[in-house]
């Protein structure tokens, strides 16, 4: 008998989900590549259109596609969908008393997502803890640095582990545009 724990059977459908949307969004840039490859005879594009017009639109430069924008917003996607799993958990979702996870705490996740939209490529993990919070880690293979970050009902605290370096750390604090701040900036050093 094969014993699956609920992280397993979370890791394997997170996976699966970011490895179809990332298939997904590769078929509509594929695609869209081979349409805009397809020739239309110059007669048929430019029929409706006054001298003018054509000339204008014949000035006018091709749109370059910048792919690294749509991989981004399927990273931070994909951690805004893991954050809305957590938040359908419901008391004892681990089967030893664990609370389920206050919406605020989860409106709080969301918006250190946001805050962080340039530095997810580091975020690791985002799990709830039994206590009723939300643990976010982001860890960088190359150097070892961790942050991690508690986040429950509008106050959050963390601390960076840098090998080499001093532990920096954020007690429990209110969440504020200051404290957002400090844990971008925290952020960018892993």
């Known amino acids: 008998m094969i014993d699956f724990t609920f992280d397993d059977i979370k890791e394997t459908y997170t996976q699966v989900k970011h490895k179809v949307k990332v298939m997904i969004a590769g078929l509509c840039v594929g695609a869209s590549l081979i349409i ?21 639109m014949e000035r006018q430069k091709p ?26 958990l419901p008391d004892n979702w681990d089967e030893e008393g664990a609370m389920a996870i206050d919406p605020t705490t989860i409106d709080d996740c969301k918006q250190i997502i ?3 939209e340039g530095f997810l490529n580091n975020l690791y993990d985002i799990s709830p803890t039994e206590l009723g919070s ?14 991690n970050v ?20 954020l007690k429990s604090q209110r969440i504020s545009s200051d404290t ?6 925290s952020i960018k050093l892993v």
């Open 134 to 147: 939300v643990c976010m880690q982001w860890y960088n293979k190359e150097n070892n640095n961790l942050l």
């Open 36 to 56: 805009s490859d397809i020739a239309i005879p110059h007669e048929y594009r430019f029929q409706e259109y006054s001298d003018s017009r054509i000339e204008q």
């Open 180 to 185: 957002i701040e400090a844990l971008t900036h």
């Open 63 to 88: 749109i370059e596609l910048d792919v690294s924008v749509l991989i981004h917003s399927i990273e931070s996607n994909k951690w805004y969908d893991m954050i809305n799993e957590i938040a359908a």
């Open 114 to 116: 946001f805050a962080a």
């Open 150 to 169: 508690e986040v429950a009902c509008h106050t959050m605290a963390y601390y960076l582990d840098r090998p080499g370096h001093e532990l920096i750390s």
